[in-house]
C-alpha cells in the first residue's frame, strides 16, 4: 500500500461513485462503512453511509428506502452481473423512515455531520471468505416516489 501505516480500524470500506447509467442523479461520491460493535460479539452489522456534499445526503433523507445490494464479484467495469439476473450475495431493503425517537435524535446529529447510519437486518462476515464481503461489489440505490434511483456503486476493502 502507499503513504506511511495507520492503525486499522477493523472496519470495512466502500467508495461509492456515481453510476454512469442515466438513472444516477448525483455526481458526488460518498462513502460506505460496515462494522460490528465490539461490545455485542454477535450483534447485527452496521453500515455507516457519510456524505461529503450535503445535496446527496438530501436525497438519502428523502427516501423511503435504500437498497443496497453486495455482488458475488468486485468488477465494476461489468454491467450488472448476468444482466441483473444473478443473485448477489446480499441484498437488503433498509427502511429509513421507521426511525425511533432515539433514532431521530441521533438522525438530528448525523445530519450535522452529513452521515446515516442503519443497522443491517443480519450480520456480514467482514473479511475474505466465501461469504465475506471484502473486494465484493456494492451497489446503492434509493426509494424513491414510484422508482429505485441508483446512487453509486464501488467495492469494498479494508478501512
Given at each position: 500500500m502507499c503513504g506511511p501505516p495507520r492503525p486499522s480500524t477493523g472496519n470495512l470500506i466502500a467508495i461509492l461513485f456515481p453510476s454512469p447509467a442515466k438513472s444516477s442523479s448525483t455526481s458526488s461520491s460518498y462513502s460506505l462503512t460496515f462494522s460490528h460493535d465490539p461490545r455485542?460479539?454477535?450483534g447485527p452489522t452496521r453500515a455507516i453511509f457519510r456524505f461529503p456534499d450535503p445535496k446527496v445526503r438530501e436525497i438519502f433523507s428523502a427516501a423511503r428506502?435504500?437498497?443496497l445490494r453486495i455482488e458475488k464479484?468486485?468488477?465494476l467495469t461489468a454491467s450488472v452481473a448476468g444482466g441483473g439476473c444473478e443473485a448477489p450475495l446480499y441484498w437488503?431493503?433498509?427502511s429509513l423512515s421507521s426511525l425511533s425517537l432515539r433514532g431521530r435524535e441521533l438522525e438530528q446529529q448525523q445530519q450535522q455531520q452529513q452521515q446515516i447510519e442503519v443497522v443491517l437486518p443480519e450480520r456480514l462476515e467482514l473479511g475474505v471468505s466465501g461469504t465475506g464481503?471484502?473486494?465484493r461489489e456494492v451497489r446503492?440505490?434509493?426509494e424513491g416516489v414510484d422508482a429505485l434511483v441508483e446512487m453509486g456503486r464501488g467495492v469494498v476493502g479494508f478501512d
Amino acid at each position: 500500500m502507499c503513504g506511511p501505516p495507520r492503525p486499522s480500524t477493523g472496519n470495512l470500506i466502500a467508495i461509492l461513485f456515481p453510476s454512469p447509467a442515466k438513472s444516477s442523479s448525483t455526481s458526488s461520491s460518498y462513502s460506505l462503512t460496515f462494522s460490528h460493535d465490539p461490545r455485542t460479539p454477535d450483534g447485527p452489522t452496521r453500515a455507516i453511509f457519510r456524505f461529503p456534499d450535503p445535496k446527496v445526503r438530501e436525497i438519502f433523507s428523502a427516501a423511503r428506502g435504500v437498497d443496497l445490494r453486495i455482488e458475488k464479484y468486485g468488477d465494476l467495469t461489468a454491467s450488472v452481473a448476468g444482466g441483473g439476473c444473478e443473485a448477489p450475495l446480499y441484498w437488503f431493503r433498509v427502511s429509513l423512515s421507521s426511525l425511533s425517537l432515539r433514532g431521530r435524535e441521533l438522525e438530528q446529529q448525523q445530519q450535522q455531520q452529513q452521515q446515516i447510519e442503519v443497522v443491517l437486518p443480519e450480520r456480514l462476515e467482514l473479511g475474505v471468505s466465501g461469504t465475506g464481503i471484502v473486494g465484493r461489489e456494492v451497489r446503492v440505490a434509493v426509494e424513491g416516489v414510484d422508482a429505485l434511483v441508483e446512487m453509486g456503486r464501488g467495492v469494498v476493502g479494508f478501512d
